[in-house]
């Protein structure tokens, strides 16, 4: 009888470890990880949660685009990556531009990454963009927000319809409104 003790005790450490395995794989552990049903898809199929993630794409055109996460939940069968405590780094033309995000869903068929609660990108130069949600498109490389404020060197702006392309380092925003701080003014020297 002494034997069975342990063989049972081990049977059910397999089995625990066994159901957190598939708990973790098949997205019903509820311990934090983005889901995709944070935004609003249905997601078929199984999924990895993961900790920690550092990921690097490289795109068609050469350009790399890396994510680092607290936490992501991969999406197997529909290539979507969720995720939580998000910076992403984007090539520019003169420089890196990083944005960071509390959350983003990537559908990485489209290379689209969705930013459903904003964030914040800086780029080369001391621009950056607040936004209240964001789109980026990473075949043409840019990002598209409904409102944003702008800022730069000696330059602050608020407006809508931001497209900021990192291809060929510009900005564009419509019915913006701002003001010019001439402290920080960027002159150029002749």
């Known amino acids: 009888m002494r034997r069975a003790a342990p063989l049972v005790f081990a049977g059910v450490v397999l089995a625990v470890i066994a159901l957190g395995i598939l708990a973790a794989i098949d997205g019903r552990d509820r ?4 889901r995709r049903e944070v935004f609003r898809e249905k997601v078929e199929g199984p999924s990895l949660v993961l900790q920690g993630v550092d ?7 050469g350009a790399t685009v890396r994510l680092q996460s607290e936490r992501a939940s991969y999406a197997i069968l529909d290539h979507g990556l969720s995720a ?3 910076t992403v780094v984007l090539p ?27 964030g914040r990108a800086e780029g080369a130069g001391g621009w950056s963009a ?5 789109r980026l498109d990473l075949p043409a490389r840019r990002m598209t927000a409904t409102d944003a ?9 608020e407006g ?26 960027v002159r150029r020297h002749a």
């Open 160 to 185: 809508r319809d931001l497209v900021w392309s990192w291809k060929d380092g510009t900005m564009t925003m419509d019915a913006a409104r701002g003001r010019v701080l001439p402290g920080k003014v």
């Open 92 to 118: 520019g033309t003169r420089g890196e531009i990083v944005l960071n995000a509390p959350l983003a869903a990537w559908d990485m068929d489209a290379g689209i990454v969705r930013l459903p609660e904003g």
């Open 55 to 61: 990921f690097r794409e490289i795109r068609p055109d």
């Open 130 to 134: 607040t936004v209240p949600d964001a």
């Open 31 to 34: 311990g934090g990880a983005p």
């Open 149 to 157: 404020i702008l800022s730069g060197p000696g330059l602050e702006l």
């Open 84 to 86: 939580r405590g998000v």
